[in-house]
């Protein structure tokens, strides 16, 4: 079955029959020097389908859209970055 849900501000979940893309994911820790914190709880079935994702995409490198401390709790599926202008994402 195809589908997708949404979990806080920026992260999706897309389906097709199993989590094949997520989208932004900040799930652990913190944002801008600790000033911005996650204000909910993702479920265990969710944080789970972002884990088993084929694909992470990454649309721009805020932190509460690319966060460092996230990444590694992404030990599956590949990774991918827009074309950011001077390639700023993928050379840092």
């Known amino acids: 079955m195809r589908f997708f849900e949404t979990i806080g501000s920026a992260i999706v979940i897309a ?7 997520t989208t932004d994911r900040w799930i ?6 600790g000033s911005w914190g996650l204000d909910y709880e993702i479920p265990a079935a969710q944080m789970q389908a972002i884990r088993d994702a084929d694909y992470h995409w990454f649309s721009h490198g805020h932190p509460d859209h690319l966060n460092i401390a ?3 709790l992404l030990t599956k599926g590949e990774f991918l970055l827009s074309d950011h202008y001077g390639s700023r994402v993928k050379e840092n």
């Open 15 to 21: 389906y097709d029959d199993r989590p094949v893309l």
């Open 28 to 33: 652990y820790g913190d944002a801008y020097f």
């Open 70 to 72: 996230s990444l590694p």
